[in-house]
């Protein structure tokens, strides 16, 4: 029945009227304004993502280090890919952003709504072994500059896509996990007894010191050590509606160039 319905979702994904980002022209390539466009909580504010009755609210404003990181190579010619691409408002920005970027988007449902030459749409659950095996022979000839790991936000999940993803990644790219805290600031998304949270395992990867983890075994935490040049984090301004506290937090790890 479960996959009866995964094939009916995609029948419909396929036939579903698509957004042309090709015959889509938008005058300026600021991305907090891109994302702001598209409705991309990475923006500062945006149309409400269920409720476009509802009055606009603010986004992480997680632009503002995009374009710190960005800017220098933003009209090459590279890859980039997004894990939790929903239905494709940053992909969207990112595509009218890069000029000559292939722009990869990855979610396990199909709520995708765009499309273009330059956009190739992955359906993938990274939980699925199955699905992580059919996403490595379509993607093994390809290393990413960009990888954003926007997905669950779950713990387990957030490591384990680090663990199958940052092979992928090209000699000098960026690797970045969205609001990597909120496991810290939500205890349902903190689904492993076992496992450090983002922020201590940066702070082992920046002192190069071994940790527990039933996830990254000790090879794969010195692959990290080994080609992790640098590691930056920063704050957005989305706070929380219940708390006001701010939950927006981005992590960049830069590989090495060699
Ligand atoms: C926060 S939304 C992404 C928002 C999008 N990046 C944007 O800026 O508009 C998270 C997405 O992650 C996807 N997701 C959650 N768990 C996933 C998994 N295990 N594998 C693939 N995608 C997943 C969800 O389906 C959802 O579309």
Wanted: hydrophobic share 35%.
């Amino acid at each position: 029945m479960k996959k009866l319905s995964w094939y009916y979702k995609k029948a419909l994904y396929y036939i579903k009227k698509k957004i042309d980002l090709d015959n889509y022209s938008i005058e300026t390539n600021n991305l907090d304004y891109l994302f702001n466009h598209f409705g991309s909580d990475k923006g500062t504010l945006i149309k409400h993502p269920y409720d476009k009755k509802k009055e606009k609210i603010i986004g992480h404003s997680f632009g503002q280090f995009y374009e710190k990181y960005f800017n220098e190579f933003k009209n090459e010619k590279f890859d980039l890919l997004e894990i939790g691409a929903w239905k494709g408002a940053s992909i969207a920005a990112f595509s009218k952003y890069f000029e000559n970027a292939n722009i990869f988007g990855l979610d396990k449902n199909f709520k995708f709504e765009y499309k273009s030459k330059k956009i190739t749409f992955l359906n993938c659950d990274t939980t699925n072994i199955k699905d992580l095996k059919k996403i490595e022979k379509k993607i093994k000839n390809i290393r990413f500059r960009i990888i954003i790991d926007d997905g669950s936000h779950f713990l387990s999940d957030i490591i384990h896509n680090l663990k199958f993803f940052f092979k992928f990644l090209d000699n000098g790219g960026l690797y970045i996990i969205e609001d990597y805290k909120h496991p810290e600031y939500y205890s349902t998304l903190n689904d492993t007894k076992n496992e450090l949270f983002i922020s201590q395992i940066v702070e082992k990867l920046k002192k190069k010191e071994l940790f527990k983890s039933e996830v990254l075994n000790e090879s794969d935490q010195k692959t990290l050590m080994r080609n992790i040049d640098s590691i930056f984090i920063h704050k957005g301004i989305m706070k929380d509606k219940k708390t006001d506290n701010n939950v927006s937090d981005i992590v960049f790890f830069k590989k090495k160039l060699i």
